[in-house]
Structures are given as structure tokens and as C-alpha cells.
């Protein structure tokens, strides 16, 4: 956690995940530089969802502060964990105080809306807009108590009023299972959720993506086609 003792640096500790080592490269260029006559900051790191879950679940990490989460990245089967959301709810579970920045590719608006409803995260970066100053920017805002938007966030959300369309946790991992081959019958095993409203979601599913007449396929594809499937 943060700490500061009398004429001491202020200690941050910080967590990285992206499967993209020059990346997490760069982050940590950007944060080194952050206020180091203020900030003494220690800085861990992970390239996929299973290492950042061993990382966040191992009893010998300390409690970070702020964590910068890739949505994309390849997944833990195992303990359902698909994506940067998903660790960013394992850290919310075991460190309450970590402020998540969570970066993406996705420009989809439902996907955006999504996010933000589930994971409320402290900051939201399109990585096609990220620079370097953009990011020291981010991270000034962030550990500042204060939220962050990049701007093609903050432009959807501007030009979205009005618009609801948002799906929730179960409904992304509905598509999941469906993505894999997984019967409807069998659901219920990975989703809490009765077999009767897991194909009621379906259904709305197929709606809300304009695929009603479509198979599972098209479901799927078209899932992916607005970020709601890797």
C-alpha cells in the first residue's frame, strides 16, 4: 500500500500484466519517471492470465496499488479466468484497494459500457490512444484519486446517451461457453444460473446482436466482432 515515513519517499506498489513484454517495458519506463523525487515505486509483473493469477492469489505479494490490466491476453481455463476483467475482479476479492487501469484495443461502445458497469475501473485507456505522456497523465489521475478516460472513451460514452444496450458477467460467459462447444444442459455446471434462463439470455443475446435468425456460429462471430469474445 502506499506508505510514507517523515522525509521518506512515498512507497507505491504496482502490477502489470500484458502478454507483450515490450509493453510492459514501456509502462514501466512511464512510471519510473513519475515523480521520483516523491515515489519510490515497486513494480511486478505478468504475461498472461494464469501467471497474474498466481501472482495475485500468492500469499507472498504485497498489496498493490495500482494494477495495469491487458483485456486481452490468453486465458486460465482452470480457474475461469478469461481476460483482463476477470483479473480485475480477482483483485478487487483479494486486494479491495488497488486501483485497476484496464487497457484495450476494443472501440465497440457495448463493450466500453460493459466494462465500465462490471469492473468500474479507476482508469479506461484505448491503447490507440495511448502515448507516453498519455499514459504519465493516466497514471497522475489515478493515484490521485481521480478517474480516468481516454479520449475515444469519452467520446462513446458523449455520443451514447440514452442508448442501454449493456450485457453483464453471466451473459459474457454464456458466449463463452458457447464459443467452446459447451451444451446448454451443461452450463449450469459453470454459471449459476437454471438451464431455462441461461436460454432465456441466449435468446436475448441473439437480439441484442442482431443475430436472431443466426446460428451459434454467427452468435459467436458476431460476439467477437464487437469485443465481447477474444
Known amino acids: 500500500m502506499l506508505d510514507k515515513t517523515e522525509n521518506a519517499k512515498i512507497k507505491s506498489n504496482i502490477f502489470i500484466v500484458d502478454d507483450h513484454p515490450f509493453i510492459i517495458q514501456g509502462y514501466k519506463n512511464a512510471i519510473t519517471r513519475y515523480n521520483p523525487e516523491t515515489f519510490e515505486f515497486f513494480i511486478s509483473q505478468a504475461k498472461d492470465c494464469e501467471s497474474a493469477y498466481n501472482v495475485i492469489t500468492s500469499p507472498d505479494s504485497p498489496k498493490f496499488d495500482i494494477a495495469f490490466l491487458d483485456i486481452s491476453m490468453p486465458s486460465y481455463e482452470e480457474k475461469n479466468i478469461f481476460s483482463g476483467e476477470d483479473l480485475a475482479k480477482l483483485i478487487s476479492e483479494y486486494m479491495p484497494k488497488c486501483k485497476i487501469i484496464l487497457l484495450t484495443m476494443y472501440t465497440e461502445l457495448l463493450k466500453i459500457k460493459t466494462i465500465i458497469k462490471t469492473i468500474n475501473p479507476s482508469g479506461l485507456v484505448i491503447k490507440n490512444d495511448l502515448t507516453f505522456d498519455e499514459l504519465l497523465f493516466a497514471f497522475d489521475k489515478v493515484i490521485t484519486d481521480e478517474k480516468y478516460y481516454s479520449e475515444s472513451v469519452l467520446k462513446m460514452l458523449s455520443q451514447s446517451e440514452g442508448d442501454s444496450l449493456e450485457i453483464d458477467q453471466f451473459d459474457e460467459q454464456i458466449l463463452f461457453h458457447i464459443s ?16 431455462g434462463a441461461i ?19 454467427d452468435l459467436v462471430q458476431q460476439a467477437k466482432n464487437k469485443g465481447l469474445l477474444f
Open 180 to 195: 467452446k462447444g459447451t451444451k446448454l444442459t451443461e452450463m449450469p455446471q459453470y454459471i449459476p444460473i437454471s438451464v
Open 199 to 217: 436460454e432465456r439470455r441466449k435468446l436475448n443475446l441473439k437480439e441484442l446482436l442482431n443475430v436472431t435468425n443466426g446460428n451459434d456460429s
